[in-house]
């Protein structure tokens, strides 16, 4: 058991620093709230996805290349370029910047080969713990029933949902799911994000924090991942 809360952990946190699409930093005057995911939204980049790019007039310069997890990737033209929480698009905008010092009207074409699937992760008293995909729009009560739905253990008047903001905090939204089903009110279900992360605790918690730093995430979901 403390293996396997180990692991739920590290999935936890891994979740929150591989998130597709690059979220506001949180401020003092700005604080961010949790969004609905966007139809209209173009994927972004995340570190494992693998980039074909061809030049029109100079092939011997065409590479395929891997998002390391740092968000960079490294160019024979141009060295080293964060990529990551960008589209194919501004990709591409910022390789011909870097290489136009270098050729002469370049053309190129930047393909996405391999991609990340878009996913969230349910855990604690749920049948199925684990990691979704997103094959669309997703959620929190529809993630929690593809999870096999709650144990008979499960405080489902507080479901956590958490959100990353920026690569130190993450946002944290409590939903009763108790209230839905009584009230069938699914206007106030979550529309979940790629990366959001739901932790169906087995006691209700009193103290509840609106953001929590994610260096200091594995520490509070300890306690809430106890078997």
């Not at 949790?34 to 994927?43: E, I, P």
């Amino acid at each position: 058991m403390l293996i396997k809360r180990i692991l739920l952990i590290a999935l936890l946190t891994s979740a929150l620093t591989m998130v597709v699409g690059a979220q506001q930093p949180s401020t003092q005057t700005q604080r961010p709230r949790l969004t609905a995911f966007g139809n209209d939204a173009r994927y972004t980049l995340n570190p494992g996805d693998v980039l074909d790019i061809q030049y029109r007039y100079t092939p011997e310069f065409n590479q395929t290349v891997t998002v390391q997890p740092d968000g960079y990737v490294s160019l024979q033209i141009g060295g080293d370029l964060k990529v990551a929480g960008r589209d194919l698009t501004q990709v591409r905008n910022l390789i011909l910047a870097k290489v136009r010092t270098r050729l002469e009207s370049p053309e190129l074409t930047v393909i996405l080969k391999e991609f990340q699937k878009p996913y969230v992760v349910v855990a604690g008293e749920v049948v199925q713990p684990g990691r979704l995909e997103m094959r669309e729009k997703l959620t929190a009560v529809q993630a929690v029933l593809m999870a096999g739905g709650f144990k008979d253990s499960a405080k489902s008047s507080q479901i956590l949902v958490f959100r990353k903001l920026n690569a130190d905090t993450a946002e944290v939204r409590s939903l009763n799911f108790k209230s839905l089903t009584k009230t069938r009110d699914l206007e106030n279900d979550l529309t979940l994000l790629p990366g959001d992360m739901i932790l169906v605790p087995r006691n209700r918690i009193s103290k509840l924090e609106r953001y929590v730093r994610i260096a200091s995430l594995a520490t509070f979901l300890n306690p809430l991942l106890r078997y």
